[in-house]
């Protein structure tokens, strides 16, 4: 699997952006899929996740209620619908694919990873 992200930007606080994630490969449908951030000088830490069939989603304690995951097999692609921004959302954030489908919050246990898109957020 191979994944690109795109959708980054520049906004002002308690703007919107929507993340996607492009998926080349037949096996996409059956992977988990998460999303993680990483900040400057701080670790990458994890955002989102959804199950194979989109039918269960986890999100970190930061961003619950705000950010949406959401997927379309049908078009290989993971989508991250993020309102309500704030400046310590901004960081680089990548799509992951986990193929052994254990809906993982841990970035150790993803296979394949995108390139990562640059989020910033003015206050």
């Known amino acids: 699997v191979q994944l690109q992200a795109s959708g980054g930007g520049l906004v002002q606080a308690g703007g919107s952006l929507r993340l996607s994630c492009a998926a080349s490969?037949?096996?996409?449908?059956?992977?988990?899929m998460g999303w993680f951030r990483q900040a400057p000088g701080k670790e990458r830490e994890f955002v989102a996740v959804?199950?194979?069939?989109?039918?269960?989603?986890s999100y970190s304690d930061s961003v619950k209620g705000r950010f949406t995951i959401s997927r379309d097999n049908a078009k290989n692609a993971v989508f991250l619908q993020m309102n309500s921004l704030k400046p310590e959302d901004t960081a680089v954030y990548y799509c992951?694919?986990?193929?052994?489908?254990?809906?993982?919050?841990?970035?150790?246990?993803?296979?394949?990873w995108g390139q990562g898109t640059q989020v910033t957020v003015s206050s």
């Open positions: 959804i199950r194979w069939s989109g039918g269960r989603t």
């Open positions: 992951a694919a986990d193929n052994s489908r254990r809906f993982s919050v841990n970035e150790y246990e993803y296979d394949y």
């Open positions: 490969g037949r096996a996409f449908s059956r992977n988990d």
